[in-house]
Nanobody, 123 residues
Framework: QLQLVESGGGLVQPGGSLRLSCAASGATLDYYGVGWFRQAPGKEREGVSCINSRGGSTSYSDSVKGRFTISRDNTKNTVYLQMNNLKPEDTGVYYC????????????????WGQGTQVTVSS
């Protein structure tokens, strides 16, 4: 059973940076696409970024394109989300999710979810 644990969230000022990690255990991530989703208070969950199983394809929502970078290190069974130039509207709980050959923004395509990590962007 694949388990995912996010880390790296916190409080940061606008313009700052954070790197989120999504560490997998219980199985190898080699065959899983991984997505990052976020949910702000009172808002629906939205897809932020995703990466395919081999890491050759990545995608970003328009709201984070050019500021966030997703990457994966299959040797460490970990996926990262580097977030630069953070804005207050980036505030929310960030979740990583994994699905076999998954890619894209459809939550139902992802079978395993982490517990989330809080990101707060505020001065």
């Amino acid at each position: 059973q694949l388990q995912l644990v996010e880390s790296g969230g916190g409080l940061v000022q606008p313009g700052g940076s954070l790197r989120l990690s999504c560490a997998a255990s219980g199985a190898t991530l080699d065959y899983y696409g991984v997505g990052w989703f976020r949910q702000a208070p009172g808002k629906e969950r939205e897809g932020v970024s995703c990466i395919n199983s081999r890491g050759g394809s990545t995608s970003y929502s328009d709201s984070v394109k050019g500021r966030f970078t997703i990457s994966r290190d299959n040797t460490k069974n970990t996926v990262y989300l580097q977030m630069n130039n953070l804005k207050p509207e980036d505030t929310g709980v960030y979740y990583c999710a994994a699905g076999v050959w998954a890619y894209g923004w459809v939550p139902d395509d992802y079978d395993y979810w982490g517990q989330g990590t809080q990101v707060t962007v505020s001065s």
